[in-house]
């Protein structure tokens, strides 16, 4: 399997990128070739100062950057010969199967999205990102993507990630939800209203609405929202549970006693900490394009970056994209065989 | 001071809520009379188990209550006589300057939007809730009372959230943030979009966008968004801060080294807890209605709802009705004499 990487976007330099690249490197056989794309020098300068001289590896110039605080497309329009832009390509051209990047969320999504089109069926990409709770962990979509939704989007919405929760999760029915302010069908403003029948029909778990309070109690595996809903959700309960985490350790070392407490019950904290780990995933699928692109986190270290291009091979082995085109294809069918009952501008 | 009590529609029956408004009485020098409405029988079983024989209390017999299962509208067509429409009543037959209720929220929107109508000038109501975090505690309206919102809807819950921090939370002058996907004005759904430049026009401590990854790190006081959004993130962070604690006491009781452990450390979870406990406001006001509205979550104990009480009693002695619809006409007038500006779906 080739896998393109960004080595330039991410906030910590391309050092970064380029070790995650060979720790993927060294964890993942199927990985036949890594394309670091960037600028030549600088990312040779770090394969040399790590004697690195893995054949695996090609990489590929790039003369510019496009930076956190460009504008996605005017950007892309400035910056024509950017890192994010030329490795969209090599997955156009056929050289790589996905990309991995940790640059311009908007930058990733409007390039991929320009350059490689979605999915036959699929109307509009989405941002797929997986968040732990308590006894689970569900899968987001969209977080950011598209914040204007109409309701046959979020309906894709529910198929595809329905689809990355079966293929990448594991879970074989999984229950998808439909975000809104009550669980009943009655409940919710005029996009939820007009999507919900429409998930109704299509051959999914579909357990209705669900609530904010739903959400990490286990009773949901795919929440499925528009990316301005989303993208709020998924930063306020970032900076919801990294709050509550620096508070309790501000809390937990303000006198002797209290450390000492601390440092008995260390494993509670440890086996939380293991198991949000924003790492871990290391970053989040744009669901519903012709490629597998994977978005890591701009503050991305090597092991979420390792960790990102491992999930964009299991996304590339389980045939995501594929199955993704198939269902959305099928659920499409569905739609419009039955859109008479449906109001005719929910489609 | 005379405020109105709901003693039915909680979910933990009357009881509590009677024992609740008994310890206002207790606390308050200010309240004058409090009105516990509801089935009476039900209501003097309570005082009479417990002796009481304040004669600030009337109580006022109500047939009916809408439960949390009924629709609001409908619900408030067939149970005419419903505990909650007869303890608005009492505020617009002027017996009452305030009124707490536990019971169904869509309920209390209703009929106090429909009985008590909008202050002049103002649009929509919004349900203000203060979020507690780490640093500081911020303002989130609309919290669901309108899930439907156009941009100056917003703007107006701008100048309603800032004088309800300003008068209630004692803060000279407010940040009031708009919550989108963004922190440049250029970033946002049509929505927000269209309402920046609104408050951008108004005389408030107006800090631009906000994102999620704001909230809880003591840079915004205000947080502006609609009822759908606003009800999601509460409900979303409520949900992932139970889950949290819950969790930890999971693992920090999963063997007796880290019992003594969090045993030794006990103060830190205490000073946490205290901080962030639902009980300490009690309930959130309805803010811009003729008079001072508060809904208490429906599972109210005694102590949140005698906060409840308090906090209507706060808005009540500040005069918050007063302030906001004064500043919403002045806002308005601003808004209009500047609409050349702005885009004319936006008024």
Redesign the interface.
């Given at each position: 399997m080739r896998i393109a990487v960004d080595a330039m976007g991410g906030d910590h330099g391309c050092d970064v990128v380029v070790l995650g690249a060979l720790q993927a490197l060294g964890r993942d056989a199927a990985i036949s070739r890594i394309f670091l794309v960037g600028n030549q020098d600088q990312i040779q300068a770090v394969l040399d100062r790590h004697h690195c001289r893995d054949a695996r590896i090609s990489v590929i110039h790039a003369t510019e950057v496009l930076t956190m605080e460009d504008?996605p497309v005017e950007g892309l329009r400035r910056k024509r010969d950017c890192s994010i832009a030329r490795a969209v390509e090599l997955i156009k051209e056929g050289q790589a199967e996905a990309l991995v990047s940790p640059g311009n969320t908007g930058g990733v999504v409007a390039a991929s999205t320009i350059k490689l089109r979605p999915l036959s069926g699929v109307d509009r990409p989405a941002i797929a990102t997986i968040i732990p709770?308590?006894e689970n962990e569900f899968v987001l979509l969209d977080a950011?993507a598209n914040?204007?939704c109409r309701p046959v989007h979020l309906a894709q919405y529910a198929v595809m990630g329905s689809v990355y929760a079966r293929d990448i999760l594991g879970i074989q029915k999984p229950r998808v939800g439909l975000?809104?302010?009550g669980t009943e069908a009655?409940k919710?403003?005029?996009l939820t209203l007009e999507t919900y029948p429409l998930c109704r029909m299509l051959p999914l778990n579909f357990i209705g609405n669900i609530?904010?309070?739903?959400?990490?109690?286990n009773r949901v595996d795919v929440v499925v929202?528009d990316?301005?809903?989303g993208?709020?959700?998924?930063?306020?309960?970032?900076?919801?549970?990294?709050?509550?985490f620096?508070?309790?350790r501000?809390?937990?070392t303000?006198?002797p006693?209290?450390m000492?407490?601390?440092?008995?019950?260390?494993?509670?904290?440890q086996?939380?900490k293991r198991r949000v780990d924003p790492d871990t995933h290391g970053g989040a699928p744009l669901l519903g394009l012709n490629g597998t692109v994977v978005i890591a986190h701009g503050s991305s270290r090597e092991k979420a970056i390792m960790n990102a291009i491992h999930l964009a091979t299991e996304a590339v082995q389980n045939r995501v994209d594929e199955n993704i085109g198939r269902e959305v294809t099928a659920a499409n069918k569905l739609l419009v065989a039955n859109k008479d009952h449906t109001a005719s501008s929910a489609l």
């Open positions: 504008k709770a308590p950011g914040v204007e975000l809104s302010v009655v919710g403003n005029e609530e904010g309070h739903d959400l990490f109690t929202c990316g301005f809903v993208n709020i959700v998924l930063k306020s309960c970032e900076s919801l549970a990294i709050g509550i620096s508070w309790l501000k809390e937990l303000r006198n006693l209290r000492t407490g601390a440092f008995l019950a260390k494993g509670a904290f086996t939380i």
